[in-house]
């Protein structure tokens, strides 16, 4: 071989192992690289909330830490599809991922997740009374801790102040709206050609009103509880309440009948507000429609987004420090996070002026409130969701009968949930 040959050919050979190399330590786009100075970090917020969090990364990055955040924002069903896959590959793993509150049971089951057993006694401030607790103790399972809390994020009822005050001027006195309150101002409104309440997203409406109603998803932590009284009640409330006129009709906007002044009660989540903060009339932001005025009794459908790590061979101690490191940082700089709409689920916000005059501050403002706070962690709540959102509206519109709507729902969820114990 000549000399130039040589040349080309050692040429080759590093190239190629350099690609080797970059492919075995999980180059490329979210991978997880344990020699890199950065903590691949996959989350759901391609949204508005993504440049909120952006900005929270950025300015952490701003502080010099050993380990610098890479964001890697995923659309959430493509993330949720992704994960099961490069976890199960053992390549291009996240080192650190955010999800949501219900799909941990399930992750943990299928041991998929590390611990932070070991590791929060280097960080005392990341503690249960440093937290929201409805957020934090979802995070324990079966005495280890599988998740730390960014958010609460909950369901609650926006208002037109000055419709409130035409039609219900002291229903609010209490920052409780019940059911009884709202048929009273919805009939007011009907002659005025008002909507009195908007029907919404269905699975936060039923799954409050459910467990006002005193149901559960499930008595075991497997099996569902779907079909009983409890959800027969309270799927029947809004179908009555739709038959009677006093909602929102089928193929109507809600957001804009709120924006243009002809919607009294709007359910929706925290997180809305930034899509009708610049509506031209003032309103307000309240607990989620409730059947009794007792602030002990209320419920507000809540999730939270939830710091997990998956496991991951790739990653080292120090870069698991690192990660550990960010979070720690958030516990005392969540403001960002708040201006997305979102709460925070650190207790030190309270400590924040600024945060206690935004409208979504009222459910973490004492520890009352924050009791209402209720997240349905039902390990197959993904099933119930996904019938929630197919037909729930339809049979709070009448075109579907409330016993099929019932018995349908419990068949659904408990096929799927036997299909994927048989092909485990």
Same mark, same amino acid.
């Given at each position: 071989? &000549?000399?130039?040959?040589?040349?080309?050919?050692? @040429? *080759?050979?590093?190239?190629?192992?350099?690609?080797?190399?970059?492919?075995?330590? %999980?180059?490329?786009? %979210?991978?997880?690289?344990?020699?890199?100075?950065?903590?691949?970090?996959?989350? $759901?917020?391609?949204? +508005?909330?993504?440049?909120?969090?952006?900005?929270?990364?950025?300015?952490?990055?701003?502080?010099?830490?050993?380990?610098? @955040?890479?964001?890697?924002?995923?659309?959430?069903?493509? /993330?949720? &599809?992704?994960?099961?896959?490069?976890?199960?590959?053992?390549?291009?793993?996240?080192?650190?991922?955010?999800?949501?509150?219900?799909?941990?049971?399930?992750?943990?089951?299928?041991?998929?997740?590390?611990?932070?057993?070991?590791?929060?006694?280097?960080?005392?401030?990341?503690? +249960?009374?440093?937290?929201?607790?409805?957020?934090?103790?979802?995070?324990?399972?079966?005495?280890?801790?599988?998740?730390? $809390?960014?958010?609460?994020?909950?369901? %609650?009822?926006?208002?037109?102040?000055?419709?409130?005050?035409?039609?219900? $001027?002291?229903?609010?006195?209490?920052? @409780?709206? &019940?059911?009884?309150?709202?048929?009273?101002?919805?009939?007011?409104?009907?002659?005025?050609?008002?909507? %009195?309440?908007?029907?919404?997203?269905?699975?936060?409406?039923?799954?409050?009103?459910?467990?006002?109603?005193?149901?559960?998803?499930?008595?075991? #932590?497997?099996?569902?509880?779907?079909?009983?009284? *409890?959800?027969?009640?309270?799927?029947?409330?809004?179908?009555?309440?739709?038959?009677?006129?006093?909602?929102?009709?089928?193929?109507?906007?809600?957001?804009?009948?709120?924006?243009?002044?002809?919607?009294?009660?709007?359910?929706?989540?925290?997180?809305?507000?930034?899509?009708?903060?610049?509506?031209?009339?003032?309103?307000?932001?309240?607990?989620?429609?409730?059947?009794?005025?007792?602030?002990?009794?209320?419920?507000?459908? +809540?999730?939270?987004?939830?710091?997990? /790590?998956?496991?991951?061979?790739?990653?080292?101690?120090?870069? &698991?420090? #690192?990660? /550990?490191?960010?979070?720690?940082?958030?516990?005392?700089?969540?403001?960002?996070?708040?201006?997305?709409?979102?709460?925070?689920?650190?207790?030190?916000?309270?400590?924040?002026?600024?945060?206690?005059?935004?409208?979504?501050?009222?459910?973490?403002?004492? $520890?009352?409130?924050?009791?209402?706070?209720?997240?349905?962690?039902?390990?197959?709540?993904?099933?119930?969701?996904?019938?929630?959102?197919?037909?729930?509206?339809?049979?709070?519109?009448?075109?579907?009968?409330?016993?099929?709507?019932?018995?349908?729902?419990?068949?659904?969820?408990?096929?799927?949930?036997?299909?994927?114990?048989?092909?485990?």
């Amino acid at each position: 071989m &000549t000399m130039k040959l040589r040349k080309i050919a050692g @040429i *080759a050979l590093a190239v190629g192992m350099c690609a080797t190399m970059l492919a075995g330590c %999980g180059g490329g786009s %979210g991978s997880s690289n344990a020699d890199s100075k950065e903590i691949t970090f996959w989350n $759901p917020f391609v949204g +508005a909330d993504g440049s909120n969090m952006k900005k929270m990364i950025d300015e952490y990055n701003k502080t010099n830490p050993e380990f610098k @955040i890479k964001n890697v924002s995923l659309k959430e069903g493509d /993330m949720y &599809t992704k994960i099961p896959t490069v976890v199960n590959s053992g390549k291009n793993i996240p080192d650190l991922n955010i999800v949501h509150a219900e799909r941990i049971k399930q992750y943990k089951d299928n041991d998929m997740l590390e611990t932070y057993d070991d590791l929060l006694a280097d960080y005392p401030d990341i503690k +249960a009374e440093n937290y929201v607790g409805e957020a934090w103790n979802l995070g324990e399972l079966d005495g280890s801790r599988y998740s730390l $809390p960014l958010d609460i994020h909950n369901w %609650g009822t926006y208002y037109n102040k000055e419709l409130l005050e035409k039609y219900a $001027p002291t229903a609010l006195d209490d920052n @409780i709206l &019940t059911f009884d309150e709202v048929k009273e101002a919805a009939a007011k409104a009907k002659n005025d050609d008002v909507r %009195g309440i908007a029907v919404t997203w269905v699975k936060p409406n039923f799954l409050s009103l459910m467990k006002q109603e005193g149901g559960a998803l499930t008595e075991d #932590g497997t099996a569902p509880t779907l079909d009983t009284e *409890a959800s027969k009640n309270a799927i029947s409330l809004w179908a009555d309440l739709y038959k009677d006129g006093l909602t929102t009709k089928d193929g109507e906007d809600p957001t804009q009948l709120f924006l243009a002044g002809k919607l009294l009660f709007f359910p929706e989540g925290i997180w809305l507000q930034n899509n009708i903060k610049e509506a031209k009339f003032d309103w307000g932001l309240t607990n989620s429609p409730q059947l009794s005025d007792d602030l002990s009794k209320t419920v507000n459908w +809540a999730s939270s987004h939830q710091f997990v /790590m998956f496991k991951n061979e790739a990653r080292s101690e120090e870069k &698991t420090k #690192g990660i /550990m490191e960010f979070i720690n940082w958030l516990r005392t700089n969540s403001l960002e996070w708040a201006k997305a709409g979102q709460n925070p689920a650190t207790l030190d916000i309270l400590n924040n002026e600024e945060y206690k005059e935004m409208p979504q501050s009222i459910f973490l403002s004492t $520890p009352e409130q924050q009791e209402t706070l209720s997240i349905f962690d039902y390990k197959y709540n993904g099933y119930v969701s996904e019938y929630l959102d197919a037909h729930g509206f339809d049979t709070i519109f009448g075109k579907q009968k409330v016993d099929d709507f019932l018995t349908n729902m419990q068949k659904e969820v408990t096929d799927k949930i036997s299909k994927d114990s048989s092909n485990k």
